[in-house]
């Protein structure tokens, strides 16, 4: 199979780029000077590449970055899926695409809906949100009005080595080195009463690829692991695994305007349709993202 990825150089595209290698597919990339935006550049890019799937991950994936420039996102995020859907659908054989949305387009949730199904409503609450819940409209109206066969993914919360220390896991293990290195006196962080699905990237990128297979077009799929943690629980646990004995201290700067209490996903429907399940423990993830961080 011929893949083209978009945003194969952020973190997730560089582990789905690994994967689809060792799957012995035939990979294209686009140039990493190219703006996603830039609609007539990605055109020719989409159908110069003649791929049989995309996997589409090009994006502002940062929530919080969101709220300081909610424009860019939603140009980046929806605007960018509009011109690639476009791209595709113009192309000689229109390619099967992979979406990759987020669950954060559930929004804020009561735990009497937890874990999250697919049918429950999108009550986006960050720009960030909101430019996905649109890319995902622009996918469903791709397939229903033009045929294109898009299949949607909204991953929960992932991690692992390599992600950039803007995202809690990766930020609270770089603390930990920092301090045994004479560092940070203190492991800075956000909201600690938050609790999330938190899967391997490794687990993830699988998941993708048996979507690019098995998915049913126009359909969406979580990508969890169905069990949520405490972000007070991945920093002891970074802690303990690291021997290191600092103390943990909430920054108002880094609790984010909106912060949805507990985000847990079903992935029975993905489950059902590909037989994926994760198979990297939490302990496993957090040891090779310090093991990434140290000196």
Known sequence: MRVLVTGSGGFVGSWLLRHLADCGDDVAVLDPTLDITDRPAL?????????????HLAA??????SWD???????????????????VA???????VLLVSSAEVYGPIGPDALPIGEDQPLRPASPYAASKAA???????AWLGRGVEVVRARPFNHTGPGQRADFVVPSLARQIAEAARGGAPALHVGNLAAKRDLTDVRDVVRAYRLLLERGAPGEVYNVCSGRSVGID????RLL???GADIPIVVDPARVRPIDIPDLRGDPRRLVAATGWEPGIDLDTTLRDVLAAAAP
């Open 233 to 236: 629980a991945v920093a002891a």
């Open 90 to 96: 113009a192309s000689a054989a229109p390619a099967r």
């Open 69 to 87: 420039d909610g424009g860019r996102t939603f140009e980046v995020n929806a605007m960018g899926t509009l011109h690639l859907l476009d791209a």
């Open 60 to 65: 502002q994936a940062s929530v919080g970055g």
């Open 135 to 141: 890319a995902e409209m622009i996918g469903v109206q």
């Open 43 to 55: 055109t020719k890019a989409v159908i110069g590449a003649e791929a049989d799937a995309v996997v």
């Open 240 to 242: 303990e695994l690291a």
